[in-house]
């Protein structure tokens, strides 16, 4: 049985949330520099994807059926959710004052959030856009979910056909989002149905977000493979063409570089562990294991806060976010062992139990 825990990885998750962060917390800074940096800070969730891609290959063969890898999964995600959205819902309820976030205090929204349903889902059934994320940074737990579920289901179906069968849905969703969801899918939409339809066909493409971002888990399913069989220099080839897609997808091709970066940082991780020794640093796993609540925990709390202290010091005293920042890990660390932990094991008992 393969180890479920890679230390690097957990590296890897510290780097991706840090990015994360550094994009909602400096992003409003006039400081150019700072601000650049900052604005490419979304792609740590991308990394993210590629993270879960690979272990989730590992968590697969660990689990003895489709059942029981779901159940792990909600396990694993569950109380962080409830931990995080719980503390947001009321500090924005009872404790913010400001202007903003009237989404963050709805009770509805909060069970919503627990649900790991996007709010766009209830929105299909109502007709219009009515039900809200309590914390945006929340919409990429929706498309980890569906990734959960496709890969699971296509795994204990045929295991060594996964990545095939996975690429296949891919290539079948990916042109039917870009259809309901692109100015480019809507003129040729127009021309057969009436734009209330071609509104309610957008409403439903913002339910099928993961065909958005479903290849960069394609990339950490290559790059498992790739670890597994480190000769197997084809995959390489693979991830470089799924990004060159990624890239003309996005019509931007500045990011292209950036892209092959991440990608290298993975390939020095296979073939050169030893230059990222570093990431095997104590505090770094730790703070990748609980980077989960961490990612749920720092935006709209944490980006509300900077804003109120700014208004008294002003934009350019750049520690402040940095402060904001390691409150943020410090209370991610502590949810994790105190609070989630224990919410884990409870769950397990019930749900888990033969």
Not at 163 to 181: A, K, M, Q, V
Request: aromatic share 20%; with cysteine.
């Amino acid at each position: 049985m393969e180890k479920s825990r890679v230390p690097v990885l957990d590296g890897f998750r510290v780097l991706a949330i840090g990015m994360v962060m550094l994009g909602h917390y400096y992003n409003f800074s006039n400081n150019n520099i700072v601000k650049y940096l900052a604005i490419h800070g979304y792609l740590g969730v991308q990394f993210f994807f590629i993270i879960s891609g690979f272990v989730i290959s590992i968590s697969l063969k660990n689990s003895q059926n489709y059942k029981q890898f779901l159940i792990k999964r909600y396990i694993r995600l569950a109380p962080g959710m409830f931990v995080c959205s719980t503390l947001t819902f009321l500090f924005f309820k009872f404790v913010y004052t400001g202007s903003g976030y009237g989404y963050s205090k709805d009770p509805v929204n909060y069970i919503i959030a627990n649900t790991f349903i996007d709010p766009h889902v209830i929105d299909v059934f109502v007709g219009y856009i009515k039900y809200y994320y309590i914390d945006n940074s929340y919409w990429s737990l929706w498309i980890e979910v569906n990734f959960y579920i496709i890969i699971g289901f296509l795994y204990f179906l045929s295991p060594k056909k996964v990545i095939r069968n996975y690429t296949l849905i891919c290539i079948i969703g990916i042109p039917i989002f870009i259809l309901f969801s692109s100015k480019m899918g809507h003129s040729i939409l127009q021309n057969y149905i009436t734009l209330e339809k071609i509104k309610y066909f957008k409403l439903i493409s913002r339910s099928f977000a993961f065909f958005h971002e479903c290849l960069w888990f394609l990339i950490g399913l290559f790059l498992h493979k790739l670890y597994l069989n480190k000769r197997d220099y084809k995959n390489i080839f693979i991830m470089s063409f799924i990004i060159i897609i990624l890239t003309l997808w996005g019509r931007e091709i500045k990011l292209l570089f950036i892209y092959f970066l991440i990608l290298c940082i993975f390939l020095v991780f296979i073939y050169f562990p030893k230059y990222l020794s570093f990431l095997n640093n104590k505090w770094f796993c730790k703070l990748g294991i609980a980077s989960y609540s961490l990612y749920l925990i720092h935006y709209h709390i944490g980006v509300a806060t900077i804003k109120c202290i700014f208004k008294y010091l002003g934009r350019e005293v750049l520690l402040v976010p940095l402060i904001i920042a390691f409150l943020a890990c410090m209370f991610s660390l502590y949810s994790y062992k105190y609070l989630e932990t224990p919410l884990s094991r409870i769950l397990k008992k019930i749900l888990l139990r033969k």
